[in-house]
């Protein structure tokens, strides 16, 4: 038996997309993008870096390296040292190798420095050498004393770290002859190394700095991923309409839907397997170069960076296979879709080039940006300077971009012309349907979220920058802002896509006892979000800092200057209609008429607790459960009524109960009902809530699930 929260036709879509990812698994180019590809490129890559890049020399000679030294006896006393091990090293080479093939030695040029470990931070030398204990040491090793020497090299430099093992190297032939000789004469039988050398790694205080390889690293991997998913896309598409198959596999009795997902499955496990093994490969090269040591520390790339990396490209990999089926459904032959492509693929080299950039930071409009957003991160992730806030921004846009450009492309599928080789255009994308819609298809719908998303990020970030504005004028700041956002958004894309009003947006006139159970629920869940979010808090999952705290009893002594209808109509009242109107309205209407009632329950809550995820700028993470679980019902109580009316309802008294409370807290805390510093609610409140909510779930669920038009086309 089918349970509902699986699509039909399943096993169908197993089938399907098994076959079509069989058949770009035998094609060689694949196989070459695949594997050859990365095993070829990166080692070549390592090596151009550590020669060219990394050496910070090109000219021919022997190697410098910069040594500090305490000045007076003790840098002296080093300096013989070391010169005894370099004369033994030289003389060892000179009986074992060639003079044609003798490598120059390292020329070692001696600086004094009082504070050697600045010295070594300020790139002034590559080793600092500090004897323990301080002093001239000569007298301790002839008496047979054991020395050891911190050899301080900063932890990102490749010739700091190179010039350590050179020292290590030579200390160690200064012991053997010293030993040597001491034996030789007999003065007493030897157990100690005279000097013991402990390379020392100091960690730069500074940030990390922006390096090109840093910056080159998500250019290569965007365009490995791009090139493995590019031949698939197009053999699916247009190298299927040109073999004549494509006809027949639309004229089986199989959805479009479910072939073009079927397609998009294959395609996208391609750009997935491309992206893998290349972060694989490259991971491995670093690795076994020593070029991830100068990148990222001693401890080279951790598994959690390379664990965020990889999810970037996956979420790349899905966006861009979304793009591709679109362009190459439109070409009618494989070198019409390669056409298509070449602009796109030099589209796609731009986000990449821009991340080479040193000044360019990853914040504002660059977070949703497509494809330079993913390049960005992926630098600053490699870079160790990726913030939270900024990562989930690029993370949501860019799934929301790849559901739209995957909803973008069953349209483009699923179009006569573009199947039968017929005459169509770009411009079929933006024509208007000729006849009147129950609902927004589920690719508009989608669209609509993608625009939404990016607009409510830039928008509200503008609000909160804007200086000098009183707690008011902010107030109807934001209220405009949702009200082109959640407002004119939705009634566009309804009078674009010719829908009806009443049932594209489920304005039907609800029954009056469903309006007084959402009356009852709006009442009594608000303190579950309440205890829900402290408790987050208490465990440790949240991201609100006592600053932000502060801020927010800051907010609500300032709202006592306002009237409370003013901040109930803006705050409570606007904010519930508009949400209501899009996410149980347009897209709850769009996506019921392809999904099942829970998933599309479930899919309209997630994307209602994401808009919820940040608050002025600031990562909220104890907002999304509570939100989640507030959409849950929003949306099960719009699926029971089968209107919108009594979700407007429920939002706003939920909303407006929590603006009364903050609004009236000190009032409350004098007159005894709430106790002064106490987080939770009072246990009497809870009991209420409590009662209160189970009866409002009980009285919704005895209605009847509301009637549904599936959408007409």
């Given amino acids: 038996m089918r349970t509902p929260f699986l699509p039909p036709h399943v096993g169908l879509l197993r089938r399907l997309a098994r076959k079509e990812l069989s058949e770009i698994l035998r094609d060689r180019r694949t196989i070459l993008t695949l594997v050859l590809m990365p095993l070829l490129l990166y080692p070549l890559l390592a090596v151009a870096f550590r020669t060219f890049l990394l050496s910070g020399t090109t000219s021919p000679g022997p190697t410098i390296y910069r040594i500090g030294?305490?000045?007076?006896?003790?840098?002296?006393?080093?300096?013989?040292?070391?010169?005894?091990?370099?004369d033994a090293t030289e003389q060892r080479q000179a009986r074992t190798t060639n003079d044609s093939t003798q490598q120059p030695a390292p020329e070692l040029r001696w600086l004094d420095a009082e504070d050697l470990e600045n010295a070594v931070l300020g790139n002034l030398v590559d080793v600092g050498i500090q004897p323990r204990p301080p002093g001239p040491f000569d007298e301790r090793v002839r008496h047979g004393e054991v020395v050891d020497w911190e050899l301080l090299y900063?932890?990102?430099?490749?010739?700091?770290?190179?010039?350590?093992?050179?020292?290590?190297?030579?200390?160690?032939?200064?012991?053997?002859?010293?030993?040597?000789?001491?034996?030789?004469?007999?003065?007493?039988?030897?157990r100690e190394t005279p000097v013991r050398p402990r390379p020392i790694a100091l960690p730069n205080p500074q940030p990390r700095k922006s390096t090109l390889l840093s910056g080159l690293v998500p250019l290569i991997l965007i365009l490995m991923t791009i090139t493995?998913?590019?031949?698939?896309?197009?053999?699916v598409t247009a190298g299927e309409r040109e073999r004549g198959t494509l006809e027949i596999l639309v004229a089986a009795p199989v959805p479009r839907l479910s072939v073009l997902f079927a397609k998009y499955v294959a395609v996208f496990t391609v750009a997935m397997l491309t992206a893998l093994v290349n972060l694989g490969t490259m991971t491995a090269t670093l690795y076994?170069?020593?070029?991830?040591?100068?990148?990222?520390?001693?401890?080279?790339?951790?598994?959690?960076?390379?664990?965020?990396?990889?999810?970037?490209l996956l979420l790349f990999a899905?966006?861009?296979?979304?793009?591709?089926?679109?362009?190459?459904?439109?070409?009618?032959?494989?070198?019409?879709?390669?056409?298509?492509?070449?602009?796109?693929?030099?589209?796609?080299?731009?986000?990449?080039?821009?991340?080479?950039?040193?000044?360019?930071?990853?914040?504002?409009?660059?977070a949703i940006t497509p494809l330079l957003n993913i390049a960005l991160l992926t630098r600053d992730l490699l870079e160790g300077s990726a913030r939270p806030v900024i990562a989930i921004v690029v993370v949501a846009a860019t799934l929301l971009y790849a559901l739209a450009a995957l909803g973008v492309a069953a349209r483009v599928f699923g179009a006569e012309a573009v199947l039968y080789s017929q005459s169509g255009g770009w411009t079929d994308l933006f024509r208007r349907p000729p006849g009147e819609r129950t609902a927004a298809t589920p690719s508009s719908a989608l669209l609509c979220v993608a625009l939404l998303f990016p607009s409510s990020f830039v928008i509200h970030g503008l609000l909160v920058r804007l200086g000098d504005q009183s707690i008011g004028e902010a107030l109807v700041g934001m209220a405009l802002a949702n009200v082109l956002l959640f407002g004119g958004y939705p009634l566009v894309a309804v009078w674009w896509g010719r829908v009806r009003l009443s049932s594209g947006l489920r304005l039907t006139r609800p029954s009056?006892?469903?309006?007084?159970?959402?009356?009852?629920?709006?009442?009594?869940?608000?303190?579950?979000?309440?205890e829900i979010a402290l408790a987050l808090r208490n465990v440790g999952i949240a991201s609100l800092r006592g600053e932000h705290l502060d801020r927010v009893q800051g907010m609500l002594k300032q709202w006592e200057l306002l009237s409370p209808l003013f901040l109930l109509l803006v705050i409570a009242v606007l904010p519930a209609v508009l949400e209501e109107l899009f996410f149980r309205g347009y897209l709850f209407s769009?996506?019921?008429?392809?999904?099942?009632?829970?998933?599309?329950?479930?899919?309209?809550?997630?994307?209602?607790?994401l808009f919820h995820l940040i608050l002025a700028g600031v990562l909220a993470v104890e907002r999304f459960l509570p939100s989640l679980l507030l959409g849950i019902v929003l949306g099960w109580?719009?699926?029971?009524?089968?209107?919108?009316?009594?979700?407007?309802?429920?939002?706003?008294?939920?909303?407006?109960?929590?603006?009364?409370?903050?609004?009236?807290?000190?009032?409350?805390?004098?007159?005894?009902?709430?106790?002064?510093?106490?987080?939770?609610?009072?246990?009497?409140?809870?009991?209420?809530a409590a009662l209160g909510s189970v009866v409002g779930i009980l009285w919704m669920g005895r209605m009847g699930p509301g009637r549904y038009d599936k959408p007409t086309a």
């Avoid at 298509?340 to 731009?350: E, G, I």
């Fill in 590 to 609: 769009a996506l019921l008429g392809v999904l099942r009632p829970w998933p599309t329950i479930l899919i309209a809550a997630a994307l209602f607790a």
């Fill in 69 to 86: 030294v305490h000045s007076g006896e003790e840098g002296e006393s080093i300096q013989r040292y070391l010169l005894m091990g370099q």
């Fill in 154 to 190: 900063r932890d990102d430099s490749f010739s700091g770290r190179d010039a350590a093992r050179y020292l290590e190297s030579v200390c160690l032939a200064a012991n053997t002859r010293l030993l040597t000789a001491r034996l030789y004469r007999r003065v007493s039988p030897e």
């Fill in 637 to 688: 109580v719009c699926w029971k009524t089968g209107s919108l009316w009594p979700g407007m309802l429920l939002h706003a008294l939920n909303n407006g109960c929590v603006v009364l409370l903050g609004y009236y807290q000190s009032r409350l805390v004098e007159s005894g009902w709430l106790a002064s510093g106490q987080e939770h609610l009072p246990i009497t409140w809870l009991t209420i």
């Fill in 228 to 235: 493995g998913a590019v031949y698939p896309a197009i053999d």
């Fill in 512 to 530: 009056v006892p469903a309006c007084l159970a959402a009356v009852l629920l709006g009442l009594c869940l608000w303190p579950w979000a309440h």
């Fill in 288 to 312: 076994l170069s020593g070029v991830g040591e100068v990148l990222f520390g001693a401890e080279g790339l951790s598994p959690l960076v390379f664990v965020q990396v990889l999810a970037l």
């Fill in 318 to 366: 899905a966006f861009f296979s979304a793009v591709l089926l679109a362009l190459t459904s439109f070409a009618r032959s494989f070198k019409e879709a390669q056409a298509y492509l070449v602009p796109l693929m030099l589209l796609a080299l731009m986000p990449g080039v821009l991340s080479l950039l040193p000044g360019l930071q990853l914040q504002g409009p660059l």
